[in-house]
């Protein structure tokens, strides 16, 4: 009894968005993502950002779950912008920075890897504004500091393209991570493996087997949270044999992982042959036709989103073909 | 014409070490027979030969008179059901109604005829208020009556219980019996279990050792076999124990004092 | 020397709106080793039993309050180093699968001492393992291959081997059949009365609490309702009927002779011998 663990990130509420066939949303959020690919206009993007707002709004789901999973990105988010700016020069020259590279500056910046290495994991708290910090100093101290052996002046220069590809980078993959955090916060996860059953069937004509991955999901669905249970009575019976995971040689180390990891197989092969047999005798035959008890219907507000869908890509590719010649 | 036929029934799982040897019995429609017997004794081996999850080339089945084969393992499946020890593991379904749902599906039965199962069986088992429930919230009591559910669902004649009560705490125990005791009227059922008082549940009682029947009788003297039950690795009801102590030392009242024992044995 | 809780409450942290939930509540417990008890532990699923075992050798810590074990404190105010603890408190869970992963059964069992730092491990495995009734010939077999009770047993001397003072055993006999149900019993019997260990033992089976416990306690809703002994639990009929609790079966086979033949009996025996002699001297001998 380890409190409950839920698998996904569903947001129980009960508007509009919850309530739309999960096939509909699945759709409409595969298309929304071509779109955001198809039009490389900033003005049509910062459009689309607005309409997700709306969106996220009236999806009655509180923004900070959104906020969770753009904070887990940002590292990638601010390398992409400052690869962008520091790499395109296209549009009109709006700064250049000359930086003296001197061999103090490279003692400077060995120094300060290895004391970040070493101290990292005592900092609590913002541990990436920490980063940026120091990682801006460096260049600050490039940027006034000239001497100390200097070896080469480099320069930096900011391009209005680089500024305008970098946001407009930045901004579509926010716009990326909002609407996939969208349908798994609004759709539970049983709700979309059906929906993706019912959307892949046509890759039977591929013989692929549909119905057996999907079957496959649902079990996996099924058992990971009893499975996280096992894996913390196995980790506490080894705990009470001495088992210490922060300490000890690397070889013991190893040991104590292998203690852990051997009794989760052993548990998870009993379960699924114990599991298999009670499938089978309830009658499951691998890939035979088997009705559904979830029944995916359509209803008018669904059509409704497939038919703003239909509108939505016909517009952006209208978009995209007036502004290529 | 027996609902179950078993003939001369031979199983081992590595050369060497036999699981059931030369096995034969019949069961009729509506019986409820126990079959026990200490770990290792054959009995769950027998269960899943029954319902033909393990096959053996060394005798045959015949479930309503179809010889249980790969041809025919479809046909049987539709008569014989089969509920497991641990609760956790044969629930398929990420909630109840899912679960019991599950078996429905297998045999493309439609929507409305599965809604109305699932109503119907749940109800029975007294679990129609947490069909949205998933099974990390359900004590295990509680998921083993969604077993029966599920297996009643398929609506097949024969039920086999294999030690469907062996592992959930004293509540669960009688939830779980109740359920069955309910169930005698209708259906055929196979109770595997080593809990002899359990057994009083049922008509008749089979009792395997290393492999072999070494008891086959109505339970009212099955019962009473104390060598063989304590032979066999059982432990014999205290009842029969002080029945047998009385009645050896002549004491007073012994006749009064046999029927409260007898009585005293069925109750639970 | 001891292991005493003193306002223990456990809660597992819920979510904001529903506040924190509690397990177990301002738990004021006392066990002291020498009195070499075999205590049992029985209540509903989600009473909290295994909640407040795990407090005893810091596999969980407290909420709030203090466990003290062998003078060790484990609050939620400072660390402790907590392998000196479970050295000294062993525990056993449930399946033994949850802890069996060497090669072989002799491998599996030195596992403990090994890491505890103890010397001279080989011997104390092989001790370890013929004292639960292990024989040579299966010290080099893969523990994977043995049987349901065998895995059990090894698994016990995974724990022993470290010589512990207490062994706290989480429902240990579901499962087993009633030989191999009988012979754990008496194997831990031997290890409280031989070897001087304290058993703990968490179960929802009356007959072994009739069989061997000294002392009971009984959780019911993250509360000790009871502490005493099994004589004193089975003669108090509000805690039985509290807690719904299904008397062991010659108290109940001695209470239906009572009522129905209107006999003067001491229902209170916890064996068929006792139960015999008890039921003899009420009918008057023989005939």
Redesign the interface.
């Known amino acids: 009894m380890n409190g409950?663990?839920v698998f996904g990130q569903y947001y129980n509420s009960n508007s509009w968005i919850h309530r739309l066939d999960p096939r509909v949303k699945l759709a409409s959020v595969l298309l929304f993502m071509i779109c955001l690919f198809v039009v490389e206009n900033i003005y049509c993007l910062l459009g689309f950002l607005g309409f997700l707002f709306i969106l996220i709004i009236t999806s009655k789901i509180p923004f900070v779950k959104f906020l969770n999973s753009i904070k887990m990105m940002t590292f990638v988010l601010i390398l992409t912008f400052i690869l962008q700016i520091i790499f395109r020069n296209d549009g009109e020259l709006l700064y250049s920075f000359n930086f003296n590279l001197t061999y103090l500056a490279i003692g400077i910046m060995v120094a300060l890897l290895i004391l970040w290495l070493l101290f990292s994991k005592y900092i609590k708290y913002l541990k990436n504004l920490v980063l940026i910090i120091l990682v801006a100093s460096v260049f600050i101290y490039q940027y006034y500091v000239n001497f100390g052996g200097l070896i080469t002046i480099y320069n930096i220069d900011i391009y209005s393209g680089g500024l305008l590809m970098g946001s407009y980078i930045v901004l579509r993959i926010i716009a990326l991570l909002l609407i996939s955090s969208l349908l798994t916060l609004s759709t539970t996860p049983?709700e979309l493996n059906n929906a993706l059953e019912k959307m892949l069937g046509f890759l039977k004509v591929f013989k692929i087997k549909v119905s057996i991955l999907t079957m496959m999901m649902?079990?996996a669905?099924?058992f990971i949270?009893?499975l996280i249970n096992e894996s913390d009575k196995i980790l506490k019976a080894q705990a009470s044999r001495g088992c210490d995971f922060n300490e000890g040689k690397f070889s013991e180390r190893i040991k104590q992982i292998i203690s852990l990891i051997v009794p989760m197989f052993v548990i998870a092969y009993?379960?699924a042959y114990?599991?298999a047999?009670?499938?089978?005798?309830?009658?499951?035959?691998p890939d035979?036709?088997?009705?559904?008890?979830y029944?995916l219907k359509y209803r008018l507000k669904d059509y409704l989103v497939y038919a703003f869908d239909l509108g939505l890509i016909a517009a952006c590719i209208f978009v995209k073909v007036r502004y290529a010649f | 014409m027996a609902i179950i036929e078993v003939n001369n029934l031979t199983y081992r799982y590595t050369k060497k070490k036999y699981a059931l040897k030369d096995v034969s019995f019949k069961i009729e429609r509506g019986e409820f027979v126990s079959i026990v017997g200490?770990?290792?004794s054959g009995k769950s081996t027998l269960g899943?030969l029954l319902?033909g999850?393990l096959q053996t080339k060394h005798g045959e089945i015949l479930i309503d008179g179809i010889k249980l084969s790969d041809d025919t393992i479809?046909e049987v499946?539709?008569k014989i059901?089969?509920v497991?020890?641990?609760p956790?593991?044969?629930?398929?379904?990420?909630t109840v109604?899912?679960d019991i749902?599950?078996?429905?599906?297998?045999?493309?039965?439609?929507?409305d005829e599965?809604?109305k199962r699932?109503k119907k069986y749940a109800t029975i088992v007294g679990m129609d208020e947490f069909l949205d429930k998933n099974?990390?919230?359900l004590?295990?009591g509680q998921k083993q009556r969604v077993a029966i559910a599920?297996?009643l669902a398929?609506e097949t004649d024969i039920l086999i219980f294999d030690?469907a009560t062996?592992?959930i705490?004293?509540?669960?125990v009688k939830e779980v019996t109740n359920a069955i005791k309910s169930l005698k009227e209708e259906k055929t059922i196979i109770y595997i279990t080593?809990?002899l008082?359990e057994t009083l549940m049922g008509d008749r009682m089979i009792v395997l050792k290393n492999g072999e029947i070494v008891l086959d009788e109505k339970i009212d003297n099955a019962i009473k076999q104390k060598d063989i039950l304590t032979n066999s690795?059982?432990?014999p009801?205290?009842?029969m124990?002080?029945i047998e102590?009385?009645n050896k030392?002549?004491?007073?009242?012994?006749e009064?004092?046999e029927k409260?024992?007898w009585?005293?044995a069925y109750?639970k | 020397m001891a292991i005493s809780l003193s306002k223990v409450s456990f809660a597992y942290e819920k979510s904001r709106k529903t506040g924190p939930l509690y397990v177990l509540k301002d738990i004021d417990l006392t066990i002291d080793t020498e009195k070499n008890d075999f205590i049992t532990i029985i209540g509903?699923?989600?009473s909290g039993k295994s909640t407040l075992v795990q407090l005893f050798n810091g596999l969980l810590t407290p909420s709030s309050g203090e466990v003290n074990v062998f003078n060790k404190i484990i609050s939620s105010k400072k660390k402790t180093k907590l392998k000196e603890i479970r050295k000294r408190v062993g525990l056993v869970f449930q399946f033994p699968e949850y802890q069996l992963f060497e090669e072989t059964v002799l491998k599996d069992v030195m596992f403990g001492p090994k890491n505890y730092g103890l010397d001279d491990i080989e011997n104390r495995a092989k001790r370890a393992l013929q004292s639960v009734g292990i024989s040579e010939e299966l010290f080099n077999e893969s523990p994977f291959s043995l049987?349901?009770?065998q895995m059990r047993r090894v698994a016990i001397a995974g724990i022993l081997a470290s010589s512990p003072d207490v062994l706290i055993f989480d429902e240990p006999t579901?499962?087993?059949?009633?030989?191999?149900k009988?012979e754990l019993l008496d194997l831990l019997e031997k290890l409280n009365k031989v070897d001087n260990k304290t058993i703990i033992f968490i179960t929802?089976?009356?007959e072994v609490v009739a069989k061997a416990a000294t002392r009971v306690l009984v959780l019911d809703n993250g509360n000790i309702s009871f502490d005493g002994t099994k004589d004193e639990l089975f003669r108090n009929e509000k805690i039985v009927s509290d807690n719904?609790l299904?008397l062991p079966?010659?108290i109940?086979?001695l209470k239906?002779?009572k009522e129905?033949?209107n006999l003067d009996i001491d229902i209170y025996k916890y064996n068929?011998n006792d139960?015999?002699l008890e039921?003899?001297r009420a009918?008057?001998?023989?005939?």
């Open positions: 409950k663990i049983t649902s079990i669905l099924r949270p009893t009993k379960r114990d599991l047999d009670a499938m089978e005798a309830r009658g499951y035959v035979r036709k088997r009705s559904s008890i029944v | 200490h770990n290792g899943k319902c999850l479809d499946r539709q059901g089969i497991f020890q641990n956790d593991n044969q629930f398929v379904g990420v109604k899912n749902a599950f078996g429905l599906e297998n045999r493309n039965i439609d929507v599965m809604e699932i099974p990390e919230n004590s295990g599920s297996v398929m030690e062996s592992m705490d004293p509540l669960g080593h809990n008082d690795n059982l432990e009801l205290e009842q124990e002080l102590l009385v030392n002549n004491l007073n009242r012994k009064e004092v409260v024992l009585q005293s109750q | 509903h699923t989600g049987s349901g009770g579901v499962g087993l059949d009633p030989k191999g009988k929802h089976d009356m719904s299904i079966s010659t109940r086979i239906d002779i129905k033949l068929v139960a015999y039921l003899e009918l008057g001998g023989q005939k």
